[in-house]
């Protein structure tokens, strides 16, 4: 399977609100409500912040909502903030019966 | 809170195998939940290897597929990623990680770094 479709970078100013999106195809992104989103800082290990196109583990803040249309995935980020600069990343089940799961390439938000 | 570890070695030759476990804490592998192996390149990108279930139940990337094992030993709760004939390409940060699909991938490790030496 292909790798999703992310744009290589983002950017906004504290306060700002900025999306993210994640394009696949029909038979990943957009045959299925699995969608999960992954913030990584450098040198940690990635953190779930949102499951099934739209939910939040405990302990993320509302700050970070998940959507979907057709095809594309999106994480939108509300009221930038400093410590929300990091690499993105999306993944989505890619059926056919197979626990098969494909990552986006990374989107990295600068937060200016 | 549930806490994962990698553990294996650092270095490995290039056409051998590496071998690397996932030791997991405060938390019975046997209760449920999928348990994972996703890898990642410097600089690159996130790759998912394969995943195990409790009960041996086992998914494979289909790119990886021909040269991956992953089994489970619920006596020591852990669970294990051997990758045979291994090349540069394979050179990554290896994380275990527990969850799948659907809820996604919710605890990780601190992740591994393996370099394959000719």
């Known amino acids: 399977q292909s790798a999703l479709t992310q744009p290589r970078s983002v950017s906004g100013s504290p306060g700002q609100s900025v999306t993210i999106s994640c394009t696949g195809t029909?038979?990943?992104?957009?045959?299925?409500?699995?969608v999960s989103w992954y913030q990584q800082h450098p040198g940690k290990a990635p953190k779930l912040m949102t499951y099934?196109?739209?939910k939040r583990p405990s302990g993320v803040p509302d700050r970070f909502s998940g959507s979907k249309s057709g095809n594309t995935a999106s994480l939108t980020i509300s009221g930038l903030q400093a410590e929300d600069e990091a690499d993105y990343y999306c993944?989505?089940?890619?059926?056919?019966?197979?626990?098969?799961?494909?990552f986006g390439g990374g989107t990295k938000l600068t937060v200016l | 809170q549930v806490q994962l570890q990698e553990s294996g070695p650092g270095l490995v030759k290039s056409s051998e195998t590496l071998s690397l476990t996932c030791a997991v804490s405060?938390?019975?592998?046997?209760?449920?939940?999928?348990w994972g192996w996703i890898r990642q390149p410097p600089g690159k990108g996130l790759e998912w290897i394969g995943s195990?279930?409790?009960?041996?139940?086992?998914y494979y990337n289909p790119s990886l597929k021909s040269r991956v094992t992953i089994s489970v030993d619920t006596s020591k709760n852990q669970f294990s990623l051997k990758l045979s004939s291994v090349t540069a390409a394979d050179r990554s940060v290896y994380y275990c990680?527990?969850?799948?699909?659907?809820?996604?991938?919710?605890?990780w490790g601190q992740g591994t770094l393996v370099t394959v030496s000719s």
């Open positions: 195990i279930y409790h009960s041996g139940s086992t």
């Open positions: 990680a527990r969850g799948g699909y659907r809820y996604g991938f919710d605890s």
């Open positions: 029909s038979s990943d992104v957009g045959g299925y409500n699995y």
């Open positions: 993944c989505s089940y890619v059926g056919s019966d197979t626990f098969a799961v494909v």
């Open positions: 405060d938390y019975s592998i046997s209760s449920d939940y999928y």
């Open positions: 099934e196109v739209s």
